[in-house]
């Protein structure tokens, strides 16, 4: 999600009372069908430097047709899609005609003698009774004002249909215009969306009883406390997130929002808030707090970092409204921006993970809302008729898997929420369902509808919420991810499958942290596979630990060349990345282990002990390792008296050879790369189990859609890690490397005193690091290599 450049308008009543309505022509708010949001496809005409410039569009029906209605959808206007149109024409005439150059003509709606209500959201639809003709033209005679620039002014469309017999007889004709002249198909005459285009959705049939469900148990579980981190890049990157969430916000920052919709007095002295990432999302900075905050305090006791997240929960509880209401917005200003999905989604997980940090208040709250929300009269337009609608989901799929979940959590989520569609064209890995996905930019925010459809499998056993979330995890694998894992695809451009773009954005970490917790759930459902968990490692070391500033903040994009932004984007300022890398970081001791009922998986290499229960005994394991930077790993058990335990220790698909593990310093087993040795024995105190895992390096050719003739890029990873090549390069291409690719390997030599950096023999000016130490140089991770 891209931060909008805002401009502050008046207010909206007076722009209303403005404006002249021509009889016949404007349709009176609240008559009209809605577009569903983010019509951000269509017909934009070249921008006027005048009001008064003239401009028009035409469709060829390829016959002439008994014309019915022409129906206009107005494009949506970022980000204030729920206050005006962009560029719908203020004054226009709608015409048909037998010649395409209109020279005789027969009117349909003449909107040109005053000017046309901004129609923002609605549909217009003018009748032609009586009216024939081969083409239908629609003439803007006075152009909108683009809102954030002066003497620039618009005429843009979403979607014209002309009906004819109850029938669309513009769908798939060409169309042509007055600057361009024929410009062939369009998306102004596309087909309707596969919901269709209003923005209401509201289907019971596709509730299930809850007497019909058949839950679906995990095989494992995550563990939510008795992991410690005894050092380690874990450990520093914890301490930095607590150390982060207290010196960012104040409370009182937290709160702000909250208050305003409470008409409660908020103290002076406090920093301006961002007007978009805090006030259009207003709320959602006090969810990241807790996210972060509840996380940490799982594994952590840190007094001050419970104190203010007690002190967050409580100011919420002050501003509550009798009928749960909690939402630091008003309930009237759900549509606004991007609150409806987006923020309830921040202020819900923030409040779980409060509730699993033990504060008494949070499971109520949230309980007290959900009541409200699962019956509140907003619901048929939360997916369609706001930006990132279909976030919301996965708040409420995860609040019915809370210790105050309800049936209803999840009903309300299959009822205004589940896409039939989608699934359909996710359990067939159709790539259009991620990159041309119909109803709103696509990109990673797509990720947390198949976490949420994938609740929706574990809590009905419904096959087909398993099938889409495996489709879409397997088309986000194939396709969308780059080497090193970040996510290749983000919003407001095109990203083809495989397109692996370089220059554009992508790898946003708030992506990467969706796709952890996706990866999470199937490694719970599906322990012994262990790709899962791979996708996690390479998640945490080469976007978590890369996007991470110290204790300073968070950015934004895991760029793989050039320079990274450590401009204010992302720093401190509560953008979606950083309140999702809050999460992630704070959450990182989860990773390392699961837990079976008859044992324990090692998942991650990290220094860590982790304290269990089983068969009556709390079994402790210590993991004593300096991985990455070295390979050896040694897991020592602590016993109160001898036990049957499986301990299934993870041996990556990145492991150059098998594994051969030691028990008590003897042989025992032979772990082979993308799967779990299981070492199913009786267990005594002091028991250790110790294994060298073998990295070695591995070369990718970059294969994405800015391949060069005559340059091949490559990408090299040293087990789990991505590289970077840093030194003298040009920020936009990169260097070369004169070696065969196949030579490079051999070339690379171990800095003394600098673990994972790497020299490159006959290359004094460029060396190999681990692309999440770099800080302000110039790098890149696909440098050219080839001879000279």
């Given at each position: 999600m891209v931060k909008r450049t805002m401009v502050i308008t008046g207010l909206l009543g007076l722009f209303w009372s403005s404006v002249a309505m021509a009889a016949g022509c404007a349709v009176k708010p609240g008559e009209a069908e809605r577009v569903a949001f983010r019509t951000w496809t269509g017909y934009e005409a070249k921008p006027a430097a005048r009001a008064d410039e003239v401009r028009w569009v035409q469709v060829d029906l390829g016959a002439s047709r008994a014309i019915d209605a022409v129906k206009l959808y107005p494009m949506m206007s970022v980000p204030f899609a729920n206050e005006r149109s962009a560029g719908f024409p203020v004054r226009f005439r709608i015409e048909a005609s037998e010649d395409p150059e209109f020279k005789t003509a027969v009117m349909i709606a003449d909107c040109t003698g005053a000017d046309y209500l901004d129609p923002i959201t609605e549909i217009g639809v003018f009748s032609a009774p009586g009216v024939k003709g081969r083409y239908v033209r629609l003439t803007a005679t006075r152009l909108r004002p683009q809102f954030d620039k002066a003497n620039v002014y618009l005429f843009a469309l979403a979607k014209l249909d002309v009906l004819s017999g109850g029938k669309d007889v513009a769908e798939g004709r060409p169309i042509t215009d007055s600057i361009n002249g024929n410009l062939g198909k369009h998306p102004l005459t596309r087909p309707p969306r596969p919901m269709g285009e209003a923005d209401i959705t509201n289907n019971p049939h596709n509730v299930i009883p809850a007497r019909d469900w058949k839950p679906v148990a995990y095989r494992a579980s995550a563990p939510t406390k008795g992991v410690s981190l005894d050092g380690g890049l874990f450990k520093t990157a914890v301490e930095n997130i607590i150390s982060h969430l207290l010196n960012s916000f104040t409370v009182d920052e937290l709160l702000r929002q909250f208050r305003q919709r409470a008409g409660k007095p908020n103290p002076p002295g406090m920093?301006?808030?961002?007007?978009?990432?805090?006030?259009?999302?207003?709320?959602?900075?006090?969810?990241?707090f807790l996210m972060g905050a509840g996380n940490a305090l799982q594994w952590v006791d840190h007094p001050e970092l419970r104190r203010r997240m007690n002190q967050v929960v409580d100011g919420i509880e002050e501003c509550r409204l009798p009928d749960g209401y909690i939402m630091a917005y008003p309930k009237d200003a759900i549509f606004g921006s991007d609150r409806a999905g987006y923020t309830r989604t921040w202020v819900t997980l923030g409040l779980i993970d409060a509730g699993h940090a033990g504060n008494a208040k949070a499971f109520p709250l949230l309980r007290g809302f959900y009541d409200w929300f699962n019956e509140c009269p907003y619901l048929p337009r939360l997916l369609r008729g706001v930006d990132f609608g279909e976030v919301g989901m996965v708040a409420s799929t995860q609040m019915y898997f809370t210790p105050a979940g309800k049936p209803e959590d999840l009903q309300v989520a299959q009822q205004y929420f589940q896409e039939n569609y989608w699934l359909e064209q996710l359990a067939k890995r159709e790539d259009e369902a991620i990159w041309q996905y119909p109803y709103d930019r696509p990109h990673n925010y797509l990720i947390p509808s198949l976490e949420a459809y994938l609740d929706l499998y574990r809590a009905t056993g419904g096959q087909r919420y398993l099938d889409a979330s495996l489709g879409g995890w397997q088309l986000y694998h194939d396709k969308w991810e780059h080497v090193g894992g970040s996510i290749a695809i983000c919003e407001?451009?095109?990203?083809?499958?495989?397109?692996?773009?370089?220059?554009?954005?992508?790898?946003?970490?708030?992506?990467?942290?969706?796709?952890?917790?996706?990866?999470?759930?199937?490694?719970?459902?599906?322990?012994?596979?262990?790709?899962?968990?791979?996708?996690?490692?390479?998640?945490?070391?080469?976007?978590?630990?890369?996007n991470q500033v110290g204790s300073k903040g968070?950015?934004?994009?895991?760029?793989?060349?050039?320079?990274?932004?450590?401009?204010?984007?992302?720093?401190?300022i509560n953008t979606c990345c950083e309140g999702q890398g809050t999460r992630l970081y704070s959450s990182l001791p989860e990773y390392i282990y699961s837990i079976a009922a008859d044992g324990l998986y090692v998942n991650l290499f990290e220094a860590s002990t982790i304290t269990w229960q089983q068969?009556?005994?709390?079994?402790?394991?210590?993991?004593?390792?300096?991985?990455p930077f070295k390979p050896d790993v040694q897991l020592r058990l602590s016993l109160a008296q001898p036990m049957r335990s499986k301990i299934r220790v993870r041996i990556p698909t990145w492991a150059a050879t098998e594994i051969p593990i030691l028990v008590n310093g003897t042989p025992a087993a032979t772990g082979k790369p993308g799967s779990y040795q299981t070492l199913d024995r009786t267990w005594s105190d002091g028991d250790t189990i110790s294994f060298v895992l073998p990295v070695d390096f591995r070369l990718t050719q970059y294969l994405g859609l800015e391949r060069v003739p005559g340059q091949e890029r490559y990408a090299l990873e040293y087990g789990p890690i991505l590289l970077a090549l840093v030194g003298p390069m040009d920020e936009r291409e990169g260097t070369r490397i004169a070696s065969l690719p196949e030579n490079l390997v051999k070339r690379l030599k171990p800095k003394v005193g600098q673990p994972l950096h790497f020299s490159i023999d006959g290359d004094a000016e460029h060396e190999y690091m681990p692309y999440w130490e770099v800080t302000d140089q110039v790098f890149t991770c696909y440098p050219i290599i080839g001879n000279p």
């Open positions: 920093r301006r808030p961002d007007p978009f990432w805090e006030e259009d999302l207003a709320g959602s900075n006090a969810g990241r407001f451009d095109i990203y083809p499958p495989r397109s692996y773009y370089l220059h554009k954005h992508t790898g946003e970490l708030c992506g990467s942290a969706f796709w952890t917790r996706l990866n999470q759930r199937f490694h719970l459902l599906y322990p012994e596979q262990e790709k899962y968990v791979n996708e996690i490692e390479k998640s945490i070391y080469n976007v978590g630990l890369a968070i950015i934004y994009h895991a760029d793989l060349v050039g320079r990274k932004n450590f401009d204010r984007t992302g720093i401190a068969a009556g005994q709390s079994p402790q394991l210590k993991m004593l390792t300096r991985f």
